[in-house]
């Protein structure tokens, strides 16, 4: 989701936001709104951890506005994001069914609204309407997904490889010629598993060498070729 595009801050209600995730869809109105009656409602500032990795799990968490990371935390202190959430969306859907504690920590990025919806309602609301359980393995199925390629991403190549393989994802997401970063160059870092420094430098580079322009975080690729080159090399 580009940086620019606030529809994710826009104020929604806990039914509101129900209506609009789609593994609450198949609910009607009444029903959204008996769930959403049992929702708790918190806020928190840009940084604010929602939940820690190895807290346990109260619920799952809908994001009503706003915007979150998920990041998992090294013995050494090193965090590594594994994804970015806008709203509307859904947090802690694993840990809500597999008993565990939350497997990894969620800090709000923007202001955010999340409203939570505990345990034993949720369990309830699923055995009423199996289609939600359905809906949400789907979204585990997508985590996974989201983890296998961020392996990959950490695991294979160079640093400048996944740098470049993550502005042809970007690019192919939100724009074929421009689009805006959806992360600091420290997020970016956080997420291929390098520092700051290291990605700025690159990105400086990549500007150099011609395959792309980047002003006030705004992406022109003017090389996708050449781009697409330097992810796929030595694959």
Same mark, same amino acid.
């Given at each position: 989701?580009?940086?620019?595009?606030?529809?994710?801050?826009?104020?929604?209600?806990?039914? +509101?936001?129900?209506?609009?995730?789609?593994?609450?869809?198949? $609910?009607?109105?009444?029903?959204?709104?008996?769930?959403?009656? $049992?929702?708790?409602?918190?806020?928190?500032?840009?940084?604010a951890l929602l939940f820690?990795? %190895?807290?346990?799990?109260?619920?799952?968490?809908?994001?009503?506005?706003?915007?979150? =990371?998920?990041?998992?935390?090294?013995?050494?202190?090193?965090?590594?994001?594994?994804?970015?959430?806008?709203?509307?969306?859904?947090?802690?859907?694993?840990?809500?069914?597999? %008993? %565990?504690?939350?497997?990894?920590?969620?800090?709000?990025?923007?202001?955010?609204?999340?409203?939570?919806?505990?345990?034993?309602?949720?369990?309830?609301?699923?055995?009423?309407?199996?289609?939600?359980?359905?809906?949400?393995?789907?979204v585990t199925g997508q985590?996974?997904? +989201?983890?296998?390629?961020?392996?990959?991403?950490?695991?294979?190549?160079?640093?400048?490889?996944?740098?470049?393989? +993550?502005?042809?994802?970007? +690019?192919?997401?939100? %724009?074929?010629?421009?689009?805006?970063?959806?992360?600091?160059?420290?997020?970016?870092?956080?997420?291929?598993?390098?520092?700051?420094?290291?990605?700025?430098?690159?990105?400086?580079?990549?500007?150099?060498?011609?395959?792309?322009?980047i002003e006030r975080r =705004?992406?022109?690729?003017?090389?996708?070729?050449?781009?697409?080159?330097?992810?796929?090399?030595?694959?």
């Amino acid at each position: 989701m580009p940086p620019d595009d606030r529809s994710s801050d826009k104020p929604r209600s806990a039914e +509101q936001t129900l209506a609009q995730i789609p593994m609450f869809s198949s $609910l009607d109105a009444g029903e959204r709104a008996t769930l959403a009656s $049992l929702a708790i409602e918190r806020h928190y500032q840009p940084g604010a951890l929602l939940f820690t990795e %190895g807290m346990p799990c109260d619920g799952l968490y809908l994001i009503g506005a706003g915007i979150v =990371k998920i990041v998992k935390t090294t013995s050494s202190g090193r965090e590594i994001m594994l994804a970015l959430e806008a709203a509307p969306a859904t947090v802690a859907e694993v840990p809500v069914f597999d %008993g %565990g504690p939350y497997p990894a920590s969620v800090m709000a990025v923007r202001e955010t609204t999340a409203y939570v919806i505990p345990k034993p309602d949720l369990h309830r609301a699923c055995r009423e309407h199996p289609e939600i359980a359905m809906k949400m393995l789907r979204v585990t199925g997508q985590r996974l997904r +989201q983890l296998v390629t961020l392996l990959q991403a950490v695991t294979f190549g160079s640093v400048r490889q996944r740098i470049a393989r +993550q502005l042809i994802d970007w +690019q192919a997401e939100f %724009g074929e010629g421009e689009f805006s970063l959806p992360l600091s160059h420290e997020e970016l870092a956080m997420r291929i598993g390098t520092v700051r420094e290291v990605v700025s430098r690159n990105l400086s580079r990549f500007q150099a060498e011609g395959f792309l322009v980047i002003e006030r975080r =705004k992406v022109r690729v003017l090389d996708a070729e050449g781009l697409r080159n330097e992810a796929e090399s030595e694959l």
